[in-house]
Nanobody, 121 residues
Framework: QVQVMESGGGLVQAGESLRLSCTVS????????MGWFRQAPGKEREGISC????????YYIASVSGRFTISRDNAKNTLYLQMNSLKPEDTAVYYC??????????????WGQGTQVTVSS
């Protein structure tokens, strides 16, 4: 059984940082490109970042590029998202997903339960 579990969300002020983690079990982690999605209240879930199996290629949507950094540790079956210079518009539930292809949510086979990130102004 595949388990995908995010952690690290919380309440921060604008300009601060958070680091999300996602641990995966039940699948061969380094066979999958891994991604982060988010869903704000009243909005569709959007893919914000994706990293290939080796970590050598990454993708970001424009609104987080330069502020967020995706990374992975295949030895620990763990995906990370370092979020700096957070803005109120980053407030959302953040989901870890496998696999990913850019921001396309239709390719995702496995979702985590999500972790809430709230950024106050």
């Amino acid at each position: 059984q595949v388990q995908v579990m995010e952690s690290g969300g919380g309440l921060v002020q604008a300009g601060e940082s958070l680091r999300l983690s996602c641990t995966v079990s039940g699948l061969t982690f380094d066979d999958f490109a891994m991604g982060w999605f988010r869903q704000a209240p009243g909005k569709e879930r959007e893919g914000i970042s994706c990293i290939n199996q080796s970590g050598s290629s990454v993708y970001y949507i424009a609104s987080v590029s330069g502020r967020f950094t995706i990374s992975r540790d295949n030895a620990k079956n763990t995906l990370y998202l370092q979020m700096n210079s957070l803005k109120p518009e980053d407030t959302a539930v953040y989901y870890c997903a496998a696999p990913c292809a850019g921001s396309d949510k239709n390719v995702v086979e496995h979702w985590g339960q999500g972790t809430q990130v709230t950024v106050s102004s």
